[in-house]
């Protein structure tokens, strides 16, 4: 069986949401509790889609966006490394086989194949 390589794709994942908030392009974000621009993503959905380009050499295979992506964005880093590495971990048991149940921390996926 292929080792997951949480690591490395933990890394690549704070470095690319790292780039998305760190833009002089991007919008700032206003301040104003309890108005609409309260309730916005740090990064949206659609920003993060280019993320399965740079995880899919680890990977070994292509991945589709849909089994990654959250719907609606995501509101900082943690939320998005912390959605994303277990779906990955997840495809990867899936793609290349594991007896063991994986390690999850609140909020993640098990996965329990065999």
Known sequence: MRKFPGKELETILRDFYT????????RKRTRMPGSV??????????????????????MGFKVKTRDIIK????????????YTLPR??????IRYGSSARTNTRRGEISVNVR
């Open 37 to 58: 621009f309260d309730i916005q993503p740090e990064v949206s959905s659609q920003e993060t889609t280019q993320i399965v380009v740079e995880v899919e050499p680890l």
């Open 88 to 93: 990955l971990e997840r495809l990867h048991n």
């Open 19 to 26: 780039r998305k908030t760190s833009s002089p392009l991007k």
């Open 71 to 82: 719907p609606g964005g995501y509101r900082n880093i943690d939320e998005f490394v912390s």
